[in-house]
């Protein structure tokens, strides 16, 4: 363990424990709303602003970070207003700002070569300021994201029963995306744009197989994405490997695994804990009760087709507007 004590290790083992434990937190939302090639493009787009910063000779990393903020703005507003689906403005994001990178990088005489560090990850070459830089930005969505988690949440399961209960969700929709722009740019150094969104998103699918529950689920992938994070840049140490790659290989490691573990777990050990609904039924109008249901309300859950039913009093609960659904 010698190299430890070289300055240049001991920042970049910070870095990726930092990108490794504020990824997978953003990304939970993120997969919860099914936009988990969100990273991706956010990805791309911030390619542009580090190609900007090559032709203007400035830091790349604050102009990434504009410009993917702006990027994730654009796609939201366009995904709210519904001039463009999901999938056309992701497209958008992804060829325009990949291109646009490129070109400037070209014109700036680095070429494709020069943005290899920022697509791959260069987490030996992170300087003090960079470690600085990354830190206050993984505090920013640590803090945000589990601060405001039941509103996240309540947006990111239901929106429209989110509306009723007068969470202001346009507001906190671009809130998330912004969130995830933050943390593609912040992992740029450790695991690359092109890998980025793999760290968002893996350790949250593990994670969903290996615990029930949101919150559970939620913590389990910022232990897998931290511990990733980790062994993967001290697996690069000794064998002289790139370690982004390493990182997004032992996270789809633990996903490979995830699948036998939980399998034997809920089936053989807990199986009264594996509450699955094989045939779902109608819903009926429940009668009147006050208490509201969600996150940490106390009350066990249930995927039920495309959303998550509460056991109350032994039937299942499912949000509907101003009241709630039986069956």
């Known amino acids: 363990m010698e190299f430890l004590a070289f300055a240049f290790i001991q920042r970049a083992l910070l870095a990726a424990a930092l990108v490794g434990v504020s990824a997978p937190t953003i990304g939970t939302y ?10 991706d ?8 602003g580090v190609g900007l910063a090559l032709m203007t000779g400035a830091a790349p990393l604050p102009w990434a970070v504009g410009i993917c903020i702006a990027g994730a703005i654009l796609i939201e507003t366009l995904r709210q ?6 999938d056309i403005g992701l497209a958008i994001l992804f060829y325009g700002g990949l291109a646009a990178g490129v070109l400037m990088a070209s014109i700036a005489g680095k070429g494709a070569g020069g943005l290899s560090s920022y697509l791959f990850g260069s987490l030996n070459a992170i300087s003090t300021t960079d470690l600085l830089i990354v ?3 993984a505090a920013v969505i640590l803090v945000v994201a589990l601060g405001l988690s039941p509103q996240f949440f309540a947006i990111s399961a239901d929106e429209e029963f989110a509306k009723t ?5 346009r507001l906190y929709n671009y809130l998330i995306v912004i969130l995830a722009a933050i943390t593609v740019t912040t992992a740029m150094r450790t ?10 998103v893996i350790p949250v699918a593990a994670a969903q197989n290996l615990f029930k529950g949101f ?23 000794y064998a002289d490997l790139a370690p982004g790659a390493m990182i997004v290989l032992i996270t789809i490691g633990f996903f490979a695994l995830s699948w036998p573990i939980a399998s034997l777990y809920h089936r053989h050990i807990h199986p009264a804990r594996d509450i699955v609904d094989p045939h779902p039924q109608p819903h009926e109008h ?8 969600g996150p940490g309300c106390g009350h066990p859950t249930v995927q039920h087709g495309d959303h998550i039913d509460y056991i109350h009093d032994g039937h299942l609960h499912a949000p509907h507007g101003e009241h709630y659904d039986e069956h």
């Open 30 to 39: 993120i997969v919860q709303r099914r936009l988990s090639l969100l990273g």
């Open 41 to 48: 493009g956010l990805g791309h787009v911030a390619i542009a």
């Open 81 to 86: 207003k519904g001039r463009a689906t999901g």
């Open 135 to 137: 830190g206050g930005l």
């Open 165 to 169: 209960l007068g969470i202001p969700v």
């Open 191 to 200: 695991v690359g744009l092109l890998l980025v969104s793999a760290l968002m």
């Open 215 to 237: 919150y559970k689920g939620m913590w389990g992938a910022m232990g897998i994405g931290l511990v990733s994070s980790v062994a993967g840049y001290l697996i690069c140490v």
């Open 286 to 293: 429940s009668e009147e009760h006050d208490h509201v249901h």
